[in-house]
């Protein structure tokens, strides 16, 4: 199946079936709610035509955000994942092994803790510096062993959000959404916040032959022409930064980052050329997917249906995604 | 008559080594154009920390390298490797790539990351494939394929890179009888018809006797012995070089120097 898959006649059907299951997917979304709106309401609302004010501000301003944020966030995890495992030359690093959703969580806690007043914006802000400062002390402290010391940069930095949260518990519920990640109560201007950040994948794709040859090794890189020290400084940088727009818009959603490049070397190989889209468009529909998922299950239950407090994407991504890795890696190791 | 040499890469009082700690102390190696050379040695004595740092893979602890009689430093790294093809000991299989996706990195050197962008399928590759006997296992994953299988895959990607000098540490190994002989022969073919240089470290004693116009044998990080191999494959230098007690006799059928144990 790979083989055929990586022929150019395969890639095209691969990517009309993955257009497909988008718009599947944001219809779905856009279609289900707490307050159920007709179909061709929905449609008149996205063509500003809605017969109620009320349908054009549910559709624009909650349905839409959130299915495009999760679109997104997933394309960016899934990329700082490819990059994550190119640059360690392990396909079991993340986004996490460098640590920044770690940072991001413990900025945004202890803003919250420090300046409650700084409100939604402020955490935004801090996720986004906290995760690019934990970047920075990664490739300050660390660069020559960094899965090592990203993975105890993130335990390290937990612990003191732990800590903080036991001296002042007060955040914890808006904090939640940094540590286990959530699409819920997504509005336009977190949308706004993140898409100049997709300007990343390309970026990201462009470094695709360079990642080719250096997953050969350091050593045969170096004979080919390649100068470690540059590319793995700009290569880092894209995954932190990929990872910290992600963390910020949707939080520290497990198993995305992991799962979507997994399921693309199954799919279309090693060839970074390939992978680095595949992956971003598997992320997109994986986050948007578990997120569907986790949607319909707040509707379901009583009580968790309110903006704010329904089920966390992150939960969904981490009970489904650890038996999928699972049973991927172990194909992996069959094939 | 000789015809005049020149010399395409050197060291000059080159020390190698790993981190703090230094294998090669100094030396002093020239390595003419269009020359098959074999580095020997027993395990440990800094084949491989030489060849990589001669490679600019590892930075040297003293002294220089010269290529084409100016400092490797001079120039870019990618302008090195339009020029000097490395095949390192190790290199890492990446997960799930195919015997053509690595042979196809090969190429980078000479058409850039841009191009490299667009899949390459070319006649050079086609020909690196041919040479080492890949035709058919192109298409099959690295990770599938035999130790020897997949050495010829990391020499097809160095002959990719269609250079003029061509640095092999121990391209050997895992190799079965056939495929050793098959080798050997591309080298001598490479370096007689196309006046490619070739530096490689061999363990077969008699291959680098039989195959290589020049032997430089190793021990401790220091040269022991450097010369055509009736100079080197000697008695007293596989005593000193590498504890063996042998007789050395002419080998039956190119009357090269053979060495058997005693
Ligand atoms: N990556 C490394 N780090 C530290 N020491 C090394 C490394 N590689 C080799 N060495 C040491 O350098 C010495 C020479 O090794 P090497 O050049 O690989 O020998 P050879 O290729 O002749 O078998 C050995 O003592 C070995 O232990
Ligand atoms: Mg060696």
Redo the contacts with the bound molecule.
């Keep these: 199946m790979r083989a055929a898959l990586r022929r150019p006649a395969g890639l095209s059907a691969l990517g009309a079936v993955a257009l497909l299951a988008g718009a599947v997917i944001v219809l779905a979304h856009l279609l289900t709610g707490r307050s159920s709106i007709p179909s061709a309401e929905v449609v008149a609302a996205l063509l500003g035509r809605a017969s109620e004010p009320a349908y054009t501000v549910v559709v624009l301003d909650h349905r839409l955000p959130r299915v495009l944020v999760g679109l997104a966030a997933g394309a960016l995890l899934a990329v700082a994942g490819v990059l994550v495992q190119a640059v360690v030359r392990n396909p079991l690093a993340e986004p996490s092994t460098t640590g920044v959703g770690a940072g991001a969580a413990l900025a945004v806690v202890a803003t919250l803790v420090l300046a409650p007043d700084l409100g939604q914006g402020g955490a935004y802000v801090a996720s986004l510096v906290g995760a690019l400062a934990t970047g920075a002390v990664l490739w300050a402290v660390g660069r020559r062993s960094f899965a090592v010391t990203g993975v105890l940069l993130g335990a390290v930095l937990a612990a003191v959000t732990s800590l903080l949260l036991v001296v002042d518990s007060a955040p914890l519920g808006t904090v939640l959404r940094w540590l286990v990640g959530s699409l819920n109560a997504r509005t336009p201007t977190d949308w706004a916040l993140l898409w100049p950040w997709l300007a990343l994948l390309p970026v990201a794709w462009a470094l695709a032959s360079r990642l080719n040859a250096w997953s050969l090794g350091e050593a045969a890189a170096v004979g080919l022409g390649l100068r470690p020290g540059p590319l793995l400084a700009v290569v880092l940088l894209v995954a932190v930064a990929c990872a910290a727009a992600a963390v910020a818009a949707a939080g520290a959603v497990a198993f995305v980052g992991l799962v979507a490049p997994h399921i693309g070397r199954l799919l279309v190989g090693a060839d970074h050329r390939v992978l680095v889209p595949v992956a971003a468009a598997l992320g997109a529909l994986l986050l948007s997917l578990a997120d569907l998922v986790a949607f319909s299950v707040s509707v379901q239950v009583p009580g968790l249906a309110t903006d704010v407090s329904g089920v966390p994407v992150g939960a969904v991504t981490a009970l489904i995604g650890a038996p999928v890795l699972v049973s991927l890696v172990r194909r992996e190791q069959r094939a | 008559m000789t015809p005049p040499t020149t010399t395409v890469l050197a060291g000059d009082g080159l020390a190698a080594?790993?981190?703090r700690?230094t294998?090669v102390p100094a030396l002093d190696l020239a390595v003419e154009a269009g020359t098959v050379t074999a580095l020997v040695?027993?395990?440990?004595?800094?084949?491989?920390?030489?060849l990589m740092t001669l490679a600019r893979v590892l930075p040297p602890r003293g002294g220089r390298v010269l290529l084409d009689g100016e400092p490797i430093t001079a120039r870019s790294s990618v302008e090195v490797a339009r020029r000097l093809g490395v095949l390192p000991?190790t290199a890492v299989v990446p997960a799930g790539a195919t015997v053509r996706e690595v042979v196809e990195q090969g190429r980078y050197p000479q058409l850039g990351p841009w191009a490299m962008m667009r899949r390459r399928d070319d006649s050079v590759m086609e020909r690196a494939l041919r040479l080492t006997g890949l035709l058919d296992l192109a298409d099959r994953r690295l990770d599938s394929l035999s130790g020897g299988e997949r050495q010829r895959a990391w020499i097809a990607m160095t002959l990719a890179q269609q250079t003029g000098i061509l640095l092999l540490?121990e391209p050997t190994t895992y190799l079965d009888v056939r495929h050793q002989i098959d080798l050997m022969r591309l080298v001598r073919g490479l370096c007689d018809e196309h006046g490619i240089t070739v530096v490689m470290?061999l363990h077969d004693l008699n291959q680098a006797a039989r195959y290589a116009d020049r032997l430089v044998a190793?021990r401790d990080g220091t040269v022991r012995a450097d010369g055509p191999p009736t100079a080197v494959l000697t008695p007293p230098v596989l005593r000193e070089v590498f504890d063996v007690d042998a007789v050395v006799v002419p080998d039956p059928v190119t009357g090269r120097p053979w060495f058997v144990a005693r």
Aim: without cysteine; proline residues 5%.
């Design positions: 080594g790993h981190g700690t294998v040695g027993p395990n440990g004595s800094g084949k491989s920390t030489l000991q540490d470290v190793l």
